[in-house]
């Protein structure tokens, strides 16, 4: 489990602080309300359960990857069935006197109010605006094309005409991880974003190009969208984390050469998949 997807997603980090909020809250406001009677709450108690479970569910799918986008249908229907029950709470809530149903009340709100994006970002494709949406970004920012052909062999950023019969056109494979919260169909084949090209076996090694050494002019700098481990294999490849910029030397083809600092002060020179990078 990597924590640090939701973490590091302000707009996830926020949904659910709201979602376990509204946990919080119904949970003390049901067990105030059951000391003040001598009856059973019992439908009470199980829809508190239930939305315990499902908030549990919903941490491990995102800090898990691929959990959630192999169940994504299943995590909206439990998502949209939540819901209703939550409105249905709160029509008998609202009115109700006494702290135990206010406190209830406010956890329901607080429940509604992470319930509904969360069934937007699970339910929408990752190219609609909902899943683009990133706090602070400027809405007329072009996104990287995340969806390129799968080569089964040959180098990268090979353009020879006379190789199109290597290339299978199709929707990245599951590899490396993508955008918190952005899934491409129920299908478990199409997942998050993977390096440009994919080759069914060891990633083959290529030479940095001319002019592009670690001491090279930098042509722009770019900022990681999603983390990207490299191929151990591959001594070219570098790695980077969310959030990295990294000073890009050379931008052409699909793979870029590009130089990363590190906190210590220090600096790798290496290819990266342009797909992952946003330019700034």
């Known amino acids: 489990m990597d924590l640090s997807v939701i973490t590091s997603d302000i707009k996830l980090l926020i949904l659910h602080v709201f979602f376990s909020l509204g946990i919080l809250f119904d949970f003390i406001g049901l067990c105030v309300r059951q000391s003040g009677t001598s009856s059973s709450l019992g439908t009470s108690w199980f829809l508190t359960i239930f939305f315990i479970l499902l908030f549990v569910s919903i941490v491990v799918g995102y800090t898990t990857r691929s959990l959630l986008e192999k169940y994504r249908l299943a995590a909206v229907a439990f998502l949209t069935l939540a819901l209703s029950f939550v409105v249905d709470n709160l029509s008998g809530l609202v009115y109700a006197r006494g702290a135990g149903a206010a406190l209830q009340s406010t956890g329901n709100f607080f429940l509604s109010f992470a319930i509904v994006p969360l069934i937007l970002m699970i339910g929408s494709e990752p190219n609609s605006l909902v899943n683009q949406l990133t706090i602070g970004t400027p809405a007329n920012v072009q996104m990287p094309n995340i969806r390129p052909p799968q080569f089964k062999f040959g180098n990268r950023n090979n353009n020879n005409a006379n190789n199109n019969e290597n290339i299978e056109i199709g929707g990245p494979k599951f590899g490396q991880q ?28 290529v030479p940095a190009p001319n002019g592009s050494q670690p001491g090279g002019s930098v042509l722009l700098r770019a900022t990681a969208l999603y983390p990207y481990t490299a191929n151990a294999e591959d001594p070219n490849e570098i790695s980077f984390s969310k959030g990295d910029v990294l000073e890009v030397l050379d931008n052409k083809g699909k793979w870029w050469q590009a130089r990363r600092t590190s906190r210590d002060g220090s600096t790798v020179t290496g290819i990266v998949p342009s797909n992952y990078l946003q330019p700034i």
């Open 178 to 205: 993508g955008p918190p919260g952005n899934f491409y169909s129920p299908t478990a084949q199409q997942a998050q974003p993977q390096s440009p090209y994919t080759t069914g076996g060891p990633t083959p090694s």
